[in-house]
């Protein structure tokens, strides 16, 4: 049928089945095309990829960096020289969450394995593989799309380019570095997860676990502050504290301060440089879904992806100008505002799966955020925005990461909760076996309705009056994950079917039609509770009759994440991210878990995944590697239409 047609289907597509083999699956009439994969160079001047790893920090830097994540696609003018809605044309800008040693490092002869010998030299190559890219993208005479390289728009962003600190934790105390006495400027971004985009044509980028890259040599009593967002002596195992000062907190306590933050970029000026917009909290990151509201504030939506913390928004001061979208006032928007955290309640009936909702202001000197406990001043709430949320009684939730706005239905908005092994019950039935204080377990509510939540579920909400910047909300669960065949209090919503299965929910976004597309980062291993869901995977649900059917199933071992489309929805870009990571998904994520051993990748030399080289008839199998993957229909519709 027509384009139009096709636009109104909202699930027009075949579905397909779980599978867990080394490719990328897409429907029948479909294509996906990979480009732009981890090393790939982001010009014509920048170093080919080493196929064994070798190359150097200064080498990574100009090329791609490692496991793709959050991405949106900025369409060029007419003219080509700007922000525009051209769908041939424009700039790819995705993230570069993490890396994974075990493929990121060439091991010399000699070496047991990555950890032998571990460099300043290393630590560098590991921080130029995280932050970002913004690649020229276009669609050529043969239909396929191909990275610009002779263009100035290129650039890499990464673990150590300067950027400025602005808003309420600008110059505040805790911001302050011997190499940073104002507390103005940082180095880098890290653990880049989500994203978000804004209408003046920037691109957010959300800092999430970036605990896992500080550690400390020699003894420490950590504060009160550094054990509240995770930081611990060794990190998740990168081992940067070793080699480089920064990262040690007992070189620089406050640098672990800098990192946490939504970071804005413009991707059309390239010397700009990248701005942490420190209003918006500080927290796990994990997206920021910007929606202009109806009285014209501009909202933001923000999950923190760890377990039993919490939902943000920020609601800007000013108003946008929707006459002059990229004026001078609107860049301006996200400068100064009010962090909100969620707080979740059953509603008038019990046990009903909805309920009612408010918005609390985390802002000094209300809500007893005052110093006679122990909030120094607007700063200080926003750099510590969970004990903030913490003295408010904001509700616990089973780690928010993704939320999306339906733009078809004014102030309705969803958060994906991906899963939580400490809800309910008692530590003594942590799974992990931890009773460590940090592993109390909030009981189920009507909001997180599982004890032991293994399948995750997805909240919807609607704010008062259709207004994304109101304060209250009606809320309910569009859909509980997990096993038909199971009943009772873990049981299913009844969306989910055979046909569907799926487990951790995590990436979500719209298409402008009002398509809502689900991404998952979960366990793969396709047995008992995650029997006949196979590899990760991209479902999309019809908001409206609740419907979900599968479209995309990853390679072995990965995540599916990032999604964004060309402005005329006929091209979708998705990312691949951690092909091959040894482990069963969820309890593998943060990384580098004691599930993996050198050893194991060693014994096996296609490193279960060759991807995307296993995708290429005949190829010898190879490390794997993150790649965008670009989807079209064969007969150039609408995507999912
Ligand atoms: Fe980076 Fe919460 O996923
Ligand atoms: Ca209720
Ligand atoms: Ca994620
Ligand atoms: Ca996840």
Redesign the pocket.
């Known amino acids: 049928g027509s384009d139009g047609e096709a636009a109104e289907r909202m699930l027009g597509f075949t579905a397909v089945a779980a599978a867990s083999g080394d490719t990328v699956v897409v429907p029948a009439g479909y294509t996906a095309q990979v480009i732009a994969p981890w090393g790939a160079p982001i010009d014509a001047l920048a170093p080919a990829f080493k196929a064994d790893a070798s190359n150097t920090a200064a080498e990574q830097e100009q090329q791609i960096g490692d496991n793709h994540d959050g991405m949106a696609f900025f369409g060029f003018n007419a003219a080509g020289n700007g922000f525009g809605n051209r769908s041939d044309e424009g700039l790819l800008v995705f993230n570069h969450e993490y890396i994974n040693p075990e493929y990121f490092y060439a091991v010399a002869a000699g070496e047991t394995d990555w950890t032998t010998n571990f460099t300043l030299e290393k630590a560098r190559k590991g921080q130029a593989g995280h932050g970002g890219s913004i690649v020229h993208v276009r669609r050529n005479s043969g239909g396929a799309w191909e990275q610009v390289l002779n263009s100035p728009y290129n650039r890499r962003i990464h673990g150590n380019t300067p950027m400025t600190i602005q808003g309420p934790a600008r110059g505040n105390d805790l911001m302050k570095t011997e190499a940073d006495p104002g507390g103005i400027e940082v180095l880098g971004m890290l653990n880049n ?1 989500g994203n978000g985009r804004t209408p003046w044509g920037t691109y957010l980028t959300c800092e999430e676990n970036f605990n896992g890259y500080f550690g400390w040599n020699g003894p420490r009593t950590p504060s009160a502050l550094e054990n509240r967002y995770g930081l611990t002596a060794a990190g998740f195992g990168y081992r940067w504290h070793t080699v480089d000062p920064r990262f040690d907190l007992n070189a620089n306590e406050n640098e672990p301060n800098r990192f946490g933050w939504i970071v804005e970029i413009d991707p059309f000026s390239p010397s700009s440089k990248p701005i942490k917009r420190t209003a918006l909290g500080r927290f796990k990151h ?1 997206n920021a879904e910007l929606v202009v509201a109806s009285d014209g504030k501009v909202v933001v939506y923000m999950g923190c ?1 760890e377990r039993n913390e919490y939902l943000y928004k920020f609601v800007s001061t000013g108003t946008f100008d929707a006459a002059n979208p990229t004026s001078a006032a609107n860049r301006r928007l996200l400068e100064s505002g009010t962090l909100y955290v969620a707080k979740f309640a059953a509603g008038s009936t019990l046990n009903d799966n909805m309920g009612t909702g408010t918005w609390v202001p985390l802002v000094f000197g209300e809500n007893g955020l005052t110093t006679a406990n122990g909030f120094a001043n607007q700063g200080d709430v926003m750099i510590r925005s969970r004990q903030a949320s913490d003295f408010v009684g904001a509700t616990m939730m089973d ?1 928010p ?1 993704w939320v999306a706005a339906n733009p078809k239905v004014p102030g309705e908005v969803f958060v994906t909760l ?2 939580n092994n400490r809800r309910g019950g008692t530590t003594s039935n942590n799974p992990d076996g931890s009773t460590a204080a940090g592993s109390a377990r909030p009981p189920v509510d009507e909001a997180n309705p599982r004890s032991n939540n293994v399948w995750g579920h997805i909240v919807r909400w609607n704010e008062a009056g259709g207004n994304a910047s109101a304060l209250s909300f009606n809320w309910d669960i569009f859909v509980l994950a997990g096993q038909p065949s199971v009943t009772g209090a873990r049981a299913p919503s009844a969306n989910v079917t055979a046909d569907n299965l799926f487990n ?1 929910p ?1 990436g979500l976004a719209f298409d402008s039609f009002g398509r809502m597309w689900i991404q998952t ?2 366990n793969y291993s396709n047995a008992g509770d995650f029997a006949n869901m196979g590899n990760n995977q991209m479902l999309v649900a019809d908001p409206a009759t609740k419907e979900i059917r599968r479209f995309l199933v990853g390679p072995s071992g990965c ?1 599916v ?1 990032g999604i964004t489309w060309t402005p005329d929805r006929k091209t979708m870009f998705v990312n691949i991210q951690h092909p091959g990571e040894v482990g069963s998904g ?1 309890g593998r ?1 943060p990384r580098i878990s004691a599930d993996q051993t050198d050893a194991q990748i060693a014994a096996n030399p296609t490193m279960l995944s060759s991807w995307p080289a296993s995708q290429t008839a005949g190829a010898t199998p190879v490390r794997p590697r993150a790649a965008t993957v670009v989807v079209r229909r064969s007969d150039g519709g609408v995507i999912g239409g």
Do not use: M, P, Y
């Open positions: 997860c994990e992806d780690r990461e991906t899963n951790s995590d980062d979960g995540e994440t969820s994520h």
